[in-house]
């Protein structure tokens, strides 16, 4: 079980936006995530590491409400997600898988695609935000052309960032999204997420699981890590 410090939060008094209370998942007799909390608040930059099969893609897909728990519950602003709230819940707090799912067609379809579904259809998509973003990344509106089949696996990451950041939530969760990708691709994903973060620093967290430890001390103010299933402040080395 977590020791008294396992709760994580920030001596900000800031209120969270996310927490997780007492969060346990098992297989069987096995335990992946035990009595895990930890509390999320406006501009946390949080690196999540630890060894593989640890439980952090697991713990990333419960914060989002993607995975069933057998104890604790997921809060957002101090209250549980149940039911109807869920999508809803879900358009705020975004999980981005490693390897991205696109449809067919060009980036630009798939930027707007998330507006079909009717979570969303109380937004549209702007093309003129899209442009301000590449063009912070050294691209131009030509991009939104490309078709995703002759997409390199750093411009599908940068595709489905862009189709997350364009639905302006407050946490995106975000499992390795530069693993697979060579340095300068994923120092273009990390720039991205850097710019979206300082656009409303106190209105947008991440939670950012990486194996790389350079990455987490660029990219976090607050490193945790999850071993056997238990989430504790990463001891300093």
């Not at 008094?13 to 007799?29: K, N, Y």
């Not at 930059?45 to 640890?54: D, E, F, H, K, Q």
């Not at 530069?178 to 106190?202: C, G, H, S």
Request: net charge neutral; glycine share 6%; charged share 25%.
């Amino acid at each position: 079980m977590n020791g008294p410090d396992s709760q994580l939060t920030l001596p900000t008094g800031q209120p969270a936006i996310l927490q997780a209370t007492s969060v346990r998942r098992c297989d069987g007799e096995r335990v992946l995530l035990d009595d895990v909390s930890l509390s999320i608040q406006g501009g946390d930059r949080i690196a999540l590491v630890g060894p593989t099969g640890s439980g952090k893609t697991l713990l990333l897909r419960s914060l989002a409400k993607l995975d069933l728990l057998d104890a604790g519950d997921i809060l957002w602003h101090k209250a549980p997600v149940r039911g109807h709230d869920v999508p809803r819940f879900r358009s705020q707090v975004i999980y981005l898988h490693q390897r991205p799912t696109l449809i067919e067609g060009t980036v630009e379809d798939n930027l707007r695609h998330p507006f079909s579904f009717r979570i969303h259809q109380d937004k549209r998509f702007h093309r003129e935000r899209v442009a301000e973003l590449l063009l912070s990344l050294g691209r131009d509106n030509s991009f939104l052309l490309k078709q995703q089949r002759d997409l390199s696996g750093g411009e599908s990451q940068l595709t489905s960032l862009l189709r997350a950041i364009q639905l302006n939530p407050h946490i995106l969760l975000l499992d390795e999204p530069t693993a697979a990708l060579d340095p300068t691709a994923a120092n273009t994903v990390e720039t991205l997420v850097t710019n979206w973060l300082n656009e409303n620093p106190a209105g947008r967290a991440t939670v950012w699981v990486t194996h790389d430890q350079q990455q987490a001390e660029r990219i976090a103010d607050r490193i945790l890590e999850l071993d056997a299933g238990c989430l504790r402040p990463r001891r300093p080395t």
